[in-house]
Nanobody, 124 residues
Framework: QVQLVESGGGLVQAGGSLRLSCAASGRTLSSYVMDWFRQAPGKEREFVAA????????YHANSVKGRFTISRDNAKNTVYLQMNSLKPEDTAVYYC?????????????????WGQGTQVTVSS
């Protein structure tokens, strides 16, 4: 099983930027898809972005398209989420997840491993 550790969360003003990191260990990621999800207080966990490790194909939720970018560093076994033009509604706990396979999925129920989450708070 893949172990995931997120970092990079914090407090930022609206319009600002943050970069989240997710360090993976325990498995070679060449046959995995890595996702970012987020969960705001009182809301369900929602898909943010995904990247297929083998060819770096990406998919972003409409709510973050053009503002957030998912990427990966093969040498560091790390996935990133660059978040620009942050809005108060982006406030949430952000989770990294891994799914074995080559199909990009936006469903929480299909993820095999989860990180502990990192808090992102955007003030207005």
């Amino acid at each position: 099983q893949v172990q995931l550790v997120e970092s990079g969360g914090g407090l930022v003003q609206a319009g600002g930027s943050l970069r989240l990191s997710c360090a993976a260990s325990g498995r070679t990621l060449s046959s995995y898809v890595m996702d970012w999800f987020r969960q705001a207080p009182g809301k369900e966990r929602e898909f943010v972005a995904a990247i297929r490790w083998s060819d770096s194909s990406t998919y972003h939720a409409n709510s973050v398209k053009g503002r957030f970018t998912i990427s990966r560093d093969n040498a560091k076994n790390t996935v990133y989420l660059q978040m620009n033009s942050l809005k108060p509604e982006d406030t949430a706990v952000y989770y990294c997840a891994a799914r074995r396979g080559l199909t990009i999925s936006t469903s929480t129920s299909l993820m095999d491993s989860w990180g502990q989450g990192t808090q992102v708070t955007v003030s207005s």
